[in-house]
Structure formats: C-alpha cells, structure tokens
C-alpha cells in the first residue's frame, strides 16, 4: 500500500493520469510519516492479542460519483471518511487516511486503521488494539441473534438447529459478513444525516458472498 500511495507500483502508475494533481493526507502522527511510520507511533504503548494474525485494517471509503469535485468537496471527503470510520470503531482507530487526485475516480478515499481502546481490569487500565471488537459489537446491536442453521448434504437444504430441550439455538449475527453489512448501513445513514446528502440511496444488498469491488484493471479486462 505504500508503493501504490507513491506511484511505485505498476497499477499505481497506471491509474495516474493526472500526476500534477498530488494526493490528498490525514496524517494525525505527522505529515512527512509513511503508512508504516504512522502505524508505528499509532500502536505504541498498546496490548494486543498475541494470537491475532493481523495488524490493521483498510477501507475504501465511497461517495456518490455526482458529487461535484472542488477542493471543498475532497476536503470533505477526506474528513467525513475520517471521522466515520474512527466513530464506527471507537474513536481511535484511524492513523492514515488519503484522497488520491491523479486518478479517474476522485471519490474514494482510502482509510487505514487500527481500532484502539482502554480495557479495565481489577489491577490497571490500559490500550489494547483490536480489528474485530467494535465491528462484531456494533453487528451484534443492530442485528441480534437468529436461529443457528446448517447446510444438510443429502437433503441440500439448510435446517434449523435446536437445543437438547427442543428450544431454537440461537447465534449472534456477528460475522465478518454481517460486520460488512452493518458498516454500510452505517456508513448510508452517515451521508443521509450527518453529511446532509438526504438523496442519496442504500445499495443494494447482496445476495452472494463474492468480493465486493474489483480493481479498475481487472474490471477493465472483464469488460
């Protein structure tokens, strides 16, 4: 992610066709830090599980294409992406955040983030980082719980799952797919009553779990 930010990758490169156009920063830790540089100073000091394999998180962040592109509006953009992602994950998540200028599509915006929170104990209070916490807290508020089902090979069809007693098995609707999900309503209700966009529509939900968005030159190429 740090050779595609300095156009030293092949598909950064190729994407820039507007070179005098520089990026636009958040850089909370300092303005000459890299991603890594900001990272760095972004954790320091702070726990984290010791079996949890990834360090940070990434979000494309994206507003309607009918948007109008000043320097105002990628200002605000930049922001709002900013200010949506640290609200959604607990208020200290965010380390690096940028608006590429030089570029075809100009209203995304790429936000790197490590979530990070005080936990109490009965001895001391201190930071912990963690990717999933706020995601599967923030899943589990709006959608609850839903009876557990499991996919039956012969029959090829999904069944529902109870208890000993006969009871419904209940489960918390708080995997990495309803985490995504709930960002998006969030992240719809966001542009609606905090940016002031009161046009704007919740995409449609999907029906498979494929990947969401493709890179331009992939697309490209299936087209």
């Not at 930010?5 to 520089?22: A, F, H, M, V, W």
């Not at 920063?25 to 303005?31: A, D, L, M, S």
């Not at 209203?107 to 790197?112: I, T």
């Not at 609707?173 to 995504?180: M, V």
């Amino acid at each position: 992610m740090e050779s595609h930010e300095l156009r030293l990758d092949y598909s950064g490169q190729l994407r820039s066709i507007e070179p005098q156009n520089e990026a636009l920063f958040y850089r909370p830790y300092g303005n000459d830090l890299s991603i890594s540089e900001s990272y760095k100073k972004h954790v320091e000091g702070a726990r984290r599980n010791t079996s949890a394999s990834k360090l940070l998180r990434h979000a494309f962040v994206q507003f309607p294409t009918n948007i109008e592109i000043t320097p105002e509006t990628q200002e605000m953009m930049l922001r709002e992406a900013v200010a949506f992602i640290n609200k959604t994950h607990g208020g200290r998540a965010v380390f690096h955040a940028r608006i590429d200028r030089d570029e075809k599509g100009k209203h995304g915006v790429d936000v790197f983030f490590a979530p990070r929170y005080e936990k109490k104990t009965a001895n001391d209070l201190t930071d912990w980082i963690s990717l999933t916490k706020f995601g599967k807290e923030r899943a589990r508020e709006r959608l609850g719980q839903k009876q557990e089902e499991k996919y039956n090979k012969k029959t090829k069809e999904w069944e529902p799952q109870f208890k000993a007693d006969g009871s419904p098995k209940m489960v918390w609707q708080d995997s990495a797919y309803f985490q995504g999900q709930v960002l998006q309503d969030d992240w719809f209700e966001h542009l609606r009553d905090v940016v002031g966009l009161d046009w704007v529509l919740r995409g449609e939900k999907k029906v498979g779990r494929d990947p969401d968005r493709l890179e331009p030159e992939e697309y490209k190429l299936k087209q």
